[in-house]
């Protein structure tokens, strides 16, 4: 299994997304949110690789200090091929957003492998190779897409009111997690007033 570094929302973010994925559900569709794992939350992965040593902690702590990092949840994104599609919503780019990825990733320096000996991390995880974004729904069929697509461009209600004005989504990320997904557990390190990182 794939272990991941990811960015976490604040509370009213990962509402206004998890909105998203109620009303997919409501509508009977694919959505992000049929996992049950208390786990499971709209994240953005920021490196993805093989595995990732725990003593990656300490570095992946110290990224923290650029948080907090105000973002724009933009249009829909599809990946994949055939009938095992992904749809996800972009996360605009932004200098400040870039320059934390490339701390985190800097920071796996060691600690990743995309094999047994072999360190790094998934080439679509690089810097200049990286898309930001936050999965919608995974395994979409080709017949629904269109369906899954419209659903996301009509916000539900209490997404508007953290609506920019070309429609996106307002959101602030506001902690960073390893994701181990062989034994299927996070670690998650959270940014305080002080600047003190912790771990949850």
Same mark, same amino acid.
């Given at each position: 299994?794939?272990?991941?570094?990811?960015?976490?929302?604040?509370?009213?973010?990962?509402?206004?997304?998890?909105?998203?994925?109620?009303?997919?559900?409501?509508?009977?569709?694919?959505?992000?949110?049929?996992?049950?794992? =208390?786990?499971?939350? =709209?994240?953005?992965?920021?490196?993805?690789?093989?595995?990732?040593? =725990?003593?990656?902690?300490?570095?992946?702590?110290?990224?923290?200090?650029?948080?907090?990092?105000?973002?724009?949840?933009?249009? =829909?994104?599809?990946?994949?091929?055939?009938?095992?599609?992904?749809?996800?919503?972009?996360?605009?780019?932004?200098?400040?957003?870039?320059?934390?990825?490339?701390?985190?990733?800097?920071?796996?320096?060691?600690?990743?492998?995309?094999?047994?000996?072999?360190?790094?991390?998934?080439?679509?995880?690089?810097?200049?190779?990286?898309?930001?974004?936050?999965?919608?729904?995974?395994?979409?069929?080709?017949?629904?897409?269109?369906?899954?697509?419209?659903?996301?461009?009509?916000?539900?209600?209490?997404?508007?009111?953290?609506?920019?004005?070309?429609?996106?989504?307002?959101?602030?990320?506001?902690?960073?997690?390893?994701?181990?997904?062989?034994?299927?557990?996070?670690?998650?390190?959270?940014?305080?007033?002080?600047?003190?990182?912790?771990?949850?």
């Amino acid at each position: 299994m794939a272990h991941s570094v990811e960015f976490l929302f604040d509370d009213e973010s990962e509402r206004r997304l998890r909105a998203l994925w109620d009303a997919l559900a409501a509508s009977n569709l694919p959505n992000a949110g049929r996992n049950p794992s =208390p786990t499971n939350r =709209p994240h953005v992965t920021a490196a993805a690789t093989r595995r990732i040593d =725990p003593a990656a902690d300490r570095a992946v702590r110290q990224c923290t200090a650029a948080l907090p990092i105000p973002v724009t949840i933009g249009a =829909p994104l599809i990946f994949g091929r055939g009938d095992r599609l992904v749809v996800a919503l972009l996360v605009v780019p932004t200098a400040r957003l870039l320059t934390a990825h490339l701390q985190l990733v800097e920071a796996l320096s060691g600690h990743a492998f995309t094999a047994d000996d072999e360190p790094g991390v998934f080439s679509h995880s690089l810097p200049g190779s990286w898309t930001p974004h936050v999965t919608m729904a995974r395994r979409v069929h080709s017949d629904v897409l269109a369906d899954v697509v419209a659903a996301l461009d009509l916000p539900p209600r209490g997404i508007r009111a953290g609506a920019t004005e070309d429609g996106g989504i307002r959101a602030t990320i506001t902690a960073i997690r390893r994701w181990d997904g062989d034994s299927r557990t996070d670690v998650v390190f959270d940014e305080y007033p002080d600047g003190s990182g912790s771990a949850s």
